[in-house]
Nanobody, 125 residues
């Protein structure tokens, strides 16, 4: 069992930055691929970014590529999402999630059994 807790959300102006963190419990965090997903009101949950268990591979949604960076510190059981050049359309509840995916990352939310409760990100224009 893995327990995930997100933090770092808030209100920021367009063009600003935020850094989300996701702290995980358990001793096997380093075995999990991790992902960030987001859900805006009235919309489906969508993929944002994912990183492999070892941190060597990552993948981004086209909408955030070049602006967001996912990283992880396995010694601290934490995954991060650095968000730069934020836009109003980035406003959503952001969730981190974990799954076993071998040495690869994973884009499919259906593959993730472990989810945090989310943190709100609001970008004002």
């Amino acid at each position: 069992q893995v327990h995930l807790v997100e933090s770092g959300g808030g209100l920021v102006q367009a063009g600003g930055s935020l850094r989300l963190s996701c702290a995980a419990s358990g001793r096997i965090f380093s075995s999990y691929a991790m992902g960030w997903f987001r859900q805006a009101p009235g919309k489906e949950r969508e993929f944002v970014a994912t990183i492999s268990a070892g941190g060597g591979r990552s993948y981004y949604a086209d909408s955030v590529k070049g602006r967001f960076t996912i990283s992880r510190d396995n010694a601290k059981n934490t995954v991060y999402l650095q968000m730069n050049s934020l836009k109003p359309e980035d406003s959503a509840v952001y969730y981190c999630a974990g799954c076993f995916s071998g040495s690869n990352y994973n884009l499919d939310p259906r593959s993730y059994p472990y989810w945090g409760h989310g943190t709100q990100v609001t970008v004002s224009s």
